[in-house]
């Protein structure tokens, strides 16, 4: 199998030697995403509610330029710097997907870049044409 990178003109910019999006196979591989405005390249401020909505859209986002959506998430890591955040990220993340539910983990981590609260990185199935 091959893994390729995928354009991703609408993600906020990356700040290292990676992809936001990688396809391999059937599968997109979704880079973590963290609260970016894709406009202006800088940290969303507020808290985990605000950041939570900031990395869903970012991931809508991404899976949009590579022709898939929300509903095709399959599988989905949260990583939270404040276990006591879930509740706030956990209520927009509900909103986000209604009654699709992916499988999901969510981490407590001693950090995150840029300050961040939340990072969200996902797989979704989409067959490749």
């Not at 509610?49 to 509903?71: E, K, P, Y």
């Not at 939270?80 to 706030?88: E, R, S």
């Not at 509900?94 to 981490?107: E, L, M, W």
């Amino acid at each position: 199998m091959t893994v390729t990178p995928v354009p991703t003109p609408s993600a906020p910019p990356v700040a290292g030697p990676y992809s936001p999006a990688v396809r391999a196979g059937d599968w997109l591989v979704l880079a973590g995403q963290v609260p970016l405005d894709p406009a202006t390249g800088q940290f969303v401020t507020g808290g985990a509610a605000t950041q939570a909505q900031r990395v869903l859209d970012n991931i809508a986002l991404v899976l949009a330029d590579c022709g898939a959506g929300l509903a095709d998430m399959a599988k989905s890591t949260v990583f939270v710097t404040d276990l006591a955040d879930f509740g706030a990220m956990n209520a927009v993340y509900a909103a986000a997907f209604g009654d699709h539910k992916p499988a999901r983990s969510t981490v407590q981590v001693a950090a995150l870049p840029g300050g961040a609260c939340v990072e969200i990185e996902v797989w979704a199935y989409v067959p490749n044409g």
